[in-house]
């Protein structure tokens, strides 16, 4: 690995964000018709679509549950997504890791009792990456899960916080990703005040964890309004367009 | 007030029970998209999906006939099923049929009886939660849409439309606007126009 470049500068960071800013989010839902529910986020330089499927028969039947649905999530980036090789061999470790941790935070907040013996397949599909794509993954997925009717508890929202020397900074992008000392993702579900992720690369002492949490709550709070606008414009839109005619 | 709700939005600061939510720490929480009335106390879903309830009439197509049991896709999560000895000895794999539910057994499969063939004509999907709005208030829309288009129209719960004869395309197109059209009053008016306009 190169030289580890100098990440802030000044009190700022390399984009010119201060350590609690993220970067800015624009998520749209409804994208793919053929979907039960999709989303597209573009979260800073990251842009991800993630689609929802289900629920439907579970295939193969060996993998269905007769008490309630399975998730299966398949997190994949594509070949041009970023500057390392990706995507081009089936998924790795790393995809079948994030697929995995995607999974379980859907298990804990979609009432799966409803539908016993069906699976619900959710898609995230990174299309550029720039740091914090399992973030912002879930994120994307949980408006593409609401979106399709399945019936949900919570809606929940993810982000990363880590350090870099003795300052704690909020939502890493590439450059502080690879050469910060650590990096928490988080995703929590708000309503119930759970954290359904905590993953984290480096050392972080009590305090900076206490110091991170607090950023990534504040964080999640307009996070969780750009959920809620993404979800409500479609039907706003329809609504002002009859109510023209 | 009405209002569009998402999932893990709180509806009133105290427990009411209704579909679709869940109580939390005394608050109620909605768990589903929909239009919310806090006057009425009435969450209407708008996006779902179709649960089977007893007495709920569906339109599928017959699959295969296994082990003396035909099985219908019913173009939901549920998948159907009707014993051959139910079936009266009329209806093949291939068969666009109407059916009832008669029960949901333990794993989720829909039992189903009564099974009438439909002949001819050509089935639509739609939303399950537009279903409702598709029929009207006492049956007004689908009254109104059947006089003005002259197609005969079977809707299933499950989201299933049969039509047959008349302007086949005017009748698909109204409904596909129903579909589409959030909840508002007045839809009644809109779509008399539209079928006005057509003529």
Known sequence: MSEKPELIINGKRNDGRSSGDLRPIRIESNVIKNASGSAYIEWGKNKIIAAVYGPREALPKHTADPEKAVIKCRYSMAPFSSLEEHGRSGPNRRAIEISKVTKEVFENVVMLQDFPGSEINIYIEVLQSDGGTRAAGITAAAVAMASSGIPMTDLPYAVSAGKVGNEVILDLDKLEDNYSDADMPMAIAPIQNKILLLQMDGTLSREEIKRAVSMILKAGETISKLQVAALKKPYEEISERYAKE | ?199
């Open chain 2, 1 to 199: 007030m009405q209002r569009i709700v998402v999932p893990g939005e709180r509806l009133e600061e105290k427990p009411v029970h209704l579909e679709n939510t869940i109580i939390h720490e005394n608050n109620t929480y909605s768990t589903v998209m929909g239009i919310y009335d806090n006057e009425k106390r009435n969450l209407v879903p708008l996006e779902g999906i179709w649960y089977p309830r007893h007495g709920d009439e569906v339109i599928g197509v017959v699959e295969e006939e296994k082990l003396n049991v035909f099985t219908v896709n019913l173009h939901s999560t549920y998948k159907g099923i009707i014993l051959v000895k139910y079936s009266e000895g009329d209806i093949a794999p291939g068969d666009i049929i109407e059916a009832s539910v008669k029960e949901l057994d333990k794993t989720k499969t829909v039992v189903l009886v009564r099974p009438r063939k439909l002949s001819g004509g050509k089935i639509l999907a739609v939303k399950p939660t537009k279903i409702p709005r598709i029929l009207g208030k006492g049956d007004s829309m689908i009254t109104q849409l059947t006089e003005g288009t002259k197609t005969f129209i079977k809707i299933g719960m499950n989201g299933v439309l049969w039509m047959r004869g008349g302007n086949l395309d005017l009748a698909t197109k109204v409904i596909l606007r129903i579909e589409e059209e959030p909840h508002k009053t007045g839809i009644t008016e809109r779509i008399k126009t539209m079928l006005e306009k057509s003529v």
